[in-house]
C-alpha cells in the first residue's frame, strides 16, 4: 500500500528500513564516513524537531537566507519538523541514526527544491532523493507515480523526473549537509554549492493550467450562449 499511497508515512518509514538493510544502509554511512561534514554529523548526531530548529527565529532570518527558506516552506505546505516516524526496525545504531538523519532531512529538501507536499511532488522529490542516496524506499516510492491523473504522468515523465536524476546523480551527497550550520547561508549560493538546480515550480504550473482549463471553459460557455442568442431570433 505504501507503494502507491505516499501520504501513509508509517508504512513508508517501514518499507524504508526493511529495504535499506543490510548493504544500503551501510552504503549511505560509508558515504558519511568519507566525509569530514559527515563523519562529524555522525558524531554530534543532531536531531531536527521543532524544539532543535528554532522556527520563530529562522522565521526573521534574511529572506534569501536557508533558514528562512526552510521556515517559509513548512508554513506554506502546513508541515512541521515532527512528522517523522522513529526508526524502529534497524539495530545498527549508527546505522539507525543514518536513517533517522535521512528522514529528517527531507523537508530541507524540499524546502532547496521548492517541490510541494503533494503527490505528484513528493513522487518528484523521491526521484530526486533515489538517485542521490540509492536507497530502495526512494525509488519504490514512484510507483505512486500510477496515482497521478494523465497530465500530471506526462509532466513527471517529461520534466520532473529527467530533473530528479540529472540533479540526484550529479549534485553532492546530500547526507553529508550539516543544515543546522547552514541556516544564515544564501539559499541560492546552496544550491549552486550543493549542484542542485530549482525544478520549475509545481504549485504555479498548476495554478497556471487550472485558470487556462477555467478561462477555456467560460469561452466556451460564451461562445454557446451567443450561438443561442443568435438561432433563437
Known amino acids: 500500500m505504501s507503494l502507491?499511497?505516499?501520504r501513509r508515512g508509517d508504512l513508508i518509514a517501514t518499507l524504508g528500513e526493511t529495504t535499506a538493510t543490510?548493504?544500503?544502509i551501510y552504503r549511505l554511512r560509508d558515504t558519511m564516513l568519507s566525509?569530514?561534514?559527515g563523519r562529524r554529523i555522525l558524531r554530534d548526531r543532531p536531531r531536527i524537531t521543532s524544539q532543535t530548529m528554532s522556527l520563530p527565529y529562522l522565521r526573521k532570518l534574511p529572506?534569501?537566507?536557508?533558514?528562512?527558506?526552510?521556515?517559509?516552506?513548512?508554513?506554506?505546505?502546513?508541515?512541521?519538523?515532527?512528522?517523522?516516524?522513529?526508526?524502529?526496525?534497524?539495530?545498527?545504531?549508527e546505522s539507525a541514526y543514518v536513517m533517522q538523519r535521512y528522514?529528517?532531512?527531507?523537508?530541507?529538501?524540499?524546502?532547496?527544491?521548492?517541490l510541494p507536499v503533494m503527490v505528484e511532488g513528493e513522487v518528484a522529490l523521491k526521484a530526486f532523493e533515489?538517485?542521490?542516496?540509492?536507497?530502495?524506499?526512494?525509488?519504490?516510492?514512484?510507483?505512486?507515480?500510477?496515482?497521478?491523473?494523465?497530465?500530471?504522468?506526462?509532466r513527471f515523465w517529461?520534466?520532473?523526473?529527467?530533473?530528479?536524476?540529472h540533479n540526484g546523480l550529479w549534485c553532492r551527497d546530500i547526507i553529508n549537509v550539516y543544515w543546522e550550520e547552514e541556516l544564515q547561508r544564501d539559499v541560492n549560493d546552496m544550491r549552486i554549492e550543493l549542484g542542485i538546480e530549482k525544478p520549475p515550480d509545481l504549485r504555479r504550473t498548476r495554478k497556471q493550467l487550472a485558470y487556462q482549463r477555467k478561462s477555456s471553459g467560460e469561452k466556451q460557455d460564451h461562445t454557446g450562449v451567443l450561438y443561442a442568442l443568435r438561432f433563437q431570433r
Not at 131 to 152: C, D, H, I, Q
Open 4 to 6: 502507491i499511497n505516499p
Open 22 to 24: 543490510p548493504y544500503f
Open 35 to 37: 566525509s569530514s561534514t
Open 63 to 93: 529572506e534569501s537566507s536557508l533558514g528562512r527558506t526552510y521556515a517559509s516552506w513548512l508554513d506554506r505546505e502546513g508541515v512541521t519538523p515532527d512528522t517523522r516516524d522513529s526508526v524502529k526496525y534497524i539495530d545498527d545504531e
Open 103 to 114: 528522514r529528517e532531512c527531507h523537508d530541507f529538501y524540499h524546502a532547496l527544491t521548492g
Open 130 to 154: 533515489f538517485a542521490n542516496t540509492l536507497l530502495p524506499m526512494a525509488g519504490l516510492s514512484m510507483f505512486a507515480v500510477t496515482r497521478l491523473k494523465p497530465a500530471e504522468r506526462r
Open 158 to 165: 517529461q520534466t520532473y523526473l529527467p530533473w530528479a536524476l
